[in-house]
């Protein structure tokens, strides 16, 4: 018995809708896509999803109070609001170069969180 | 500076004015400024922290900062390229005088021999969609609560209600969540959300938010700070329907419910404006109605994606350089370029075409949702170019390139349709 479940591809804007064909758990064939990463895109929505996390973290001694980050690679979907929960508790320090590390292996997930844009010390 | 006669003067140091001198730079423009009214460069990418930019333009998906990093460090130490930041522009003349003010330098006199204009856009606000209730604290843009929560370091509240399902309503939504905000729901006035669909399956059905699609806000309900609204469905004509009213509780009504483009400036040049975009008419090389003044990005016309408005300032940039070494060809032929049916609006509206033709792109929107339809650019009854769209949707700008040797082929006008007969 198969069946079929249709999904939004939100790998990029385009938002290609796509259908699915799950056999016993597994995705056996995805049309609608209309680049390779829409059919792994598919196959992980399914069986293990999975999400990038974009937040902040407090900086302090630089233009801004907040440092934006993003996670370096996707984060298990059902992880996200714990590891956004756990950022509130970091404060860095300027300067902050972009891509720098913020959060090494965050939760234990083995991805890393890393700064989204550099920060300079600025004078008050 | 003042008594510099500059190539290219750029209004606004965002997205679009980086990548205009950037690509000014790169064809030959000498001496290059941009102003920026900010304390620093990026505009509304510093705020957009979010990824899922940049993947058409650089070819990696980043972050909003991320990519206002890219653009910043392409101009970065070149000497062609002042940049004025701090700096308020007050006035631009026909003579293509700018006046400008800053703390550091006090009032400035600039001038150039081309301008561009890319002063992006705002968000429009409770007054402009005029909802009735009371005048208490807690209602904000979701752009400025965004600001506030990704850049300032506070929360404007706790338990929110977003108007609008635009981008920045659904992006804010998810990021209110993060940080530990419940969003009760994000009420739609249409009966489809106007944001990418990307973000109504991660921003809206990840956190279990409710979209009430064809929904307004009939009340707003708290004497100094917001208690709740009253919602209720809209009929075909927008109007709330009595009896479908219920309340929600919120100490936040974040309102995302368009943008308008920012064009004061260009207003008081006299530039010839656009009803549809709220943006000045311009050519496909993005020069506007006045000689020497150019315009690209959020300010002609109000993109979905950064990609497209870095694209649209290359061509500004490009064309403004090539315009202050006075090295283009003579314009030979005007063509406007008309919306039929279905597409509601169209950038650029006309062509402006040396005798070989030149590359064309269009960017369009539909008017309405569509499925399986065939987009056709046509003069006279010709079709020039077509392209299938298996869906097109109001949020989602769509692009047709006429290349060069096609646009030597016709005159007068065309004009861009949706074919439903396919």
Redesign the interface.
Known sequence: MSETKI???????M?C?MTATIEGGTVTNVTGNTCPRGAKYAQEEITAPK??????V?ITGG????L???SKNPLP?DK??AC??HL?TITVEAPIA?GATICENILGLGVDIVA???MDVHAE | MQNTLYDVIIIGGGPAGLSAAYSAYENGAKKILIIERDRELGGILQQCIHNGFGLHHFKEELTGPGYAYRCAELIKGKEEIEVLIDTMVLLITRDKTVTAVSPEHGLLKLKGKTIILTMGCRERTRGAIRIPGERPAGVFTAGAAQRMVNMEGYLPGHKIVILGSGDIGLIMARRMSLEGCKVQAVLEICPFSNGLTRNIVQCLHDYDIPLHLSHTITKIHGRDRITGITAAQVDDKMQPIPGTEFDIECDTLLLSVGLIPENELSQGLGLEMHPLTNGPIVDQRRHTTLDGIFAAGNVVHVHDLVDFVSEEAEIAGKFAAFHAQATHPPMLRRVNVKTGDGIRTCVPQRLSLPPAGEDSKLFMRVGKPERKVKLEVKSGDTVIMSKMLPVAKPSEMIAINIPAEKTATFGGEITVSINREV
């Open positions: 999904l939004n591809c939100i790998v990029c804007p938002g809708e999400r990038m996390l974009t937040s902040t407090r233009l801004l109070p907040l934006p980050v993003v979907k996200v609001l956004a929960e509130r972009e989204s844009r550099a």
